[in-house]
């Protein structure tokens, strides 16, 4: 965990700020959910994610009750649709931190922010095209380009099923080859085997049965709509037959966003998949769900990488200068702001040398500069602070004509 200094904090910003213009433009409205829950909201994320077993910052309250700090938005969503019961299809975008106890690396924290994308009531496979291409626009808006598509399928939950104990099968025969953790992993998930980006697992999983092979006719009729739907967006896409994703909830519909300037363990920018099953596990209706989240400081390091979207610059418009007690800064500062102009100034009656120093390091545009001879003249100096500046640049006008000045130079 971490603080955000400015300027970097003024880029996360920006960074929710576009997020939320994309999700907005496609009638996404936003959500804001608890970062404490009831423990149970996610144990339905599954009891073989590591994200239950063994990262959730869970305690007892003073009340006696059993919390977690959220570790993912999706749960939390689906829980305020079971309680709210909104008219669906509920079109959703969030934001906020999220807690795992999980070992520190580059681009991943133990607390992290993402943004997030739901949608609850819509089994349409182009649905799911929707919410993939909204990730994919976002990160065009950001202005990256080297973000590869991944997607799969994992089935109805018969053809999960199916398939899983054929993973089962597989990984029994050859146990002893795989990592301890995969070893422990396959006693109760043989689908998140697949997730392993260790070395000594990548033969047996190459070498595993392809969820391409138990798929009903409807599983697959929805894989080939969605697939279908990104062509005709010119969405370039590659079907990975290992994507599982990280979390037991997924069915059908899965997909990531990796970038390709990112080490290829950790190139994951965001993704998510259909979760038609959770709402209902939640105490639900039967709900079909498909969304996704997107990993901010990962993201950020791909921009930074592709050398795209900065930090925005965040300086004043103009530093007051007072050198005659404070009172003439406080009214001109009040008097700008309400106007809508950025506006800093200096305290503790510093000289004017230090309050000039002040006024170049805030980058304002311009200084309004106050001292005894303008404030018994009624008057204001205007300096220029960016501009060439010469002898005559500087410009001393009535105070009352300061605002309307002001106004004029500033456009």
């Known amino acids: 965990m971490r603080d955000i200094l400015a300027p970097e904090s003024a880029r996360w910003r920006a960074f929710v700020e576009v997020f939320a213009r994309v999700a907005g433009a496609a009638g996404y409205q936003q959500v804001m959910s608890p970062l404490l829950e009831d423990l149970g909201v996610f144990q339905r994320i599954g009891d073989a994610t590591d994200v239950v077993t063994k990262e959730m910052y869970d305690f007892i309250d003073k009340g006696g009750r059993h919390v977690a700090l959220r570790p993912e938005l999706t749960a939390s969503i689906c829980r305020a649709f079971v309680q709210h019961r909104p008219t669906t299809p509920w079109k959703v975008w969030s934001t906020g931190s999220q807690f795992r106890y999980e070992r520190p690396q580059r681009g991943r924290f133990r607390q992290f922010d993402q943004v997030d994308i739901e949608v609850l009531g819509a089994d349409d496979p182009y649905v799911d095209v929707e919410v993939i291409a909204l990730g994919w626009e976002f990160y065009r808006a950001l202005g990256l380009r080297q973000v590869a598509l991944q997607i799969n399928t994992l089935g109805e939950p018969d053809d999960r099923a199916r398939y899983v104990e054929a993973l089962r099968v597989h990984f029994q025969a050859k146990f002893d080859s795989l990592s301890p953790e995969s070893q422990a992993t396959s006693q109760k998930n043989p689908l998140r085997v697949l997730d392993s980006k260790r070395a000594q697992d990548q033969a047996l999983i190459a070498s595993a049965p392809l969820i391409a092979d138990f798929l009903s006719r409807d ?6 709509t969605v697939q279908a739907g990104l062509e005709s967006l010119a969405i370039p896409f590659t079907i990975d037959p290992s994507l599982v994703r990280g979390l037991d909830y997924y069915r059908r519909t899965t997909f990531e966003y990796q970038g390709a300037t990112l080490d290829s363990a950790q190139n994951a920018l965001g993704g998510g998949g259909r979760y038609d099953g959770l709402v209902e596990s939640l105490g639900g209706p039967p709900t079909p769900g498909v969304g996704f989240a997107l990993g901010l400081d990962r993201t950020l390091i791909a921009c930074d990488d592709e ?8 300086d004043v418009d ?9 009172e003439e800064a406080l009214a001109i500062t009040a008097s700008l702001r309400a106007i809508g102009v950025r506006v800093d100034r200096a305290f503790d009656n510093r000289s004017m040398k230090s309050q000039m120093k002040a006024a170049d390091r805030s980058g304002a545009q311009f200084a309004v500069i106050v001292g005894s001879d303008e404030l018994a003249a009624g008057s204001v100096v205007v300096r220029p602070l960016r501009a060439e500046r010469t002898e005559d640049s500087q410009t001393t006008i009535p105070r009352l004509d300061l605002i309307s000045y002001m106004q004029k130079a500033l456009r």
């Open 318 to 326: 103009v530093f007051v200068v007072d050198t005659t007690g404070g």
């Open 307 to 314: 050398g795209v979207f900065p930090a925005p610059v965040v």
């Open 219 to 224: 599983a697959a009729a929805h894989f080939a």
